[in-house]
């Protein structure tokens, strides 16, 4: 994927002008001498625009008021900014990098997970056994850089603007016992302070709801002010990202279903509840069998 947020929107921006001048894309590039891929990919937002390229395409295409250069400009700067996981550039795969910049970036965040519990909920315990248990995903020795970026990602949930957070969760993934009763416990009683918080609302799919709109696979919707929502759907291997309506529509749509599938706000506090209780009642007997 390779872009960001910014450089989407400057890239739909500047082909919206092109557009509405009735121009190619193959004239203008041949016009400013730029290869074909190159316009493409600027346009896409899948490069970050050069000051001089962005001035010589706002010229062609009419653009002279100055304060709408400068505005199109620091966009463009913007873009090239670096957020705060290129620290962790040498353990988190490209990948994974995008998609932490799109959740900074996103306003809305819709999470389906059928296997585990969503990855801004996690706690360090949870996060922890979960890497260990997929090595493969990971360059070898950078488990503690993931446990300390997933941490960091979770910080956008208590930002001074958070995005608002809609995670759906299939009961099996409450009752999988990640790192034993002890880890679960903790990570049931953290799910239950963060349905607490105003931009979180958390949805159970419990057992009984039998077969459902997310039995194929886990994901999550990001959703922005003035751009296109984009689904992510990660595997062992990779992550795709989609964005065309239909696929967007899709996704959405399948979203609607396990909602209204799920256990209300409300009676999923209560589910997850009773089974930090089973837990905590079977910890209880282990430690007093003989």
Not at 9 to 33: H, P, Y
Not at 62 to 87: L, M, S
Not at 195 to 205: A, D, H, K
Request: glycine share 6%; charged share 25%; net charge negative.
């Amino acid at each position: 994927m390779g872009q960001t947020i910014r450089s989407r929107r400057l890239g739909s921006d500047l082909r919206q002008m092109r557009r509405g001048l009735n121009l190619t894309a193959e004239a203008v590039a041949e016009e400013l001498g730029f290869s074909q891929s190159k316009m493409s990919r600027i346009e896409k937002g899948e490069v970050r625009v050069s000051r001089t390229d962005l001035k010589a395409l706002l010229a062609l295409y009419g653009v002279t008021d100055e304060r709408q250069v400068a505005a199109y400009v620091e966009t463009a700067k913007d873009a090239r900014q670096q957020g705060w996981w290129i620290a962790y550039e040498d353990a988190l795969p490209r990948e994974y990098r995008d998609f932490i910049e799109l959740e900074g970036a996103a306003t809305g965040i819709r999470s389906f997970e059928g296997m585990v519990v969503p990855g801004l909920l996690q706690t360090p315990d949870y996060i922890r056994h979960i890497t260990a248990a997929s090595p493969a995903i990971l360059p070898p020795g950078h488990a503690d850089s993931l446990i300390k970026a997933r941490q960091e990602r979770q910080m956008i949930l208590e930002a001074e603007e958070p995005p608002r957070f809609w995670g759906i969760v299939t009961e099996g993934a409450l009752r999988q016992l990640v790192g034993g009763r002890d880890v679960m416990v903790e990570q049931l009683r953290h799910l239950k302070r963060m349905m607490e918080r105003n931009n979180v609302t958390l949805q159970v799919l419990p057992f009984e709801a039998g077969a459902h709109a997310g039995s194929h696979s886990a994901y999550v919707i990001f959703d922005f002010p003035a751009d296109a929502s984009i689904t992510c759907v990660a595997n062992l291997t990779g992550t795709l990202f989609m964005d065309k309506p239909s696929e967007i529509a899709a996704f959405s749509g399948a979203f609607d279903n396990l909602r209204a599938s799920a256990l209300s706000p409300a009676d999923s506090y209560a589910r997850i509840t009773a089974v930090m209780d089973e837990l905590r009642q079977e910890q209880t007997d282990k430690r007093s069998s003989p």
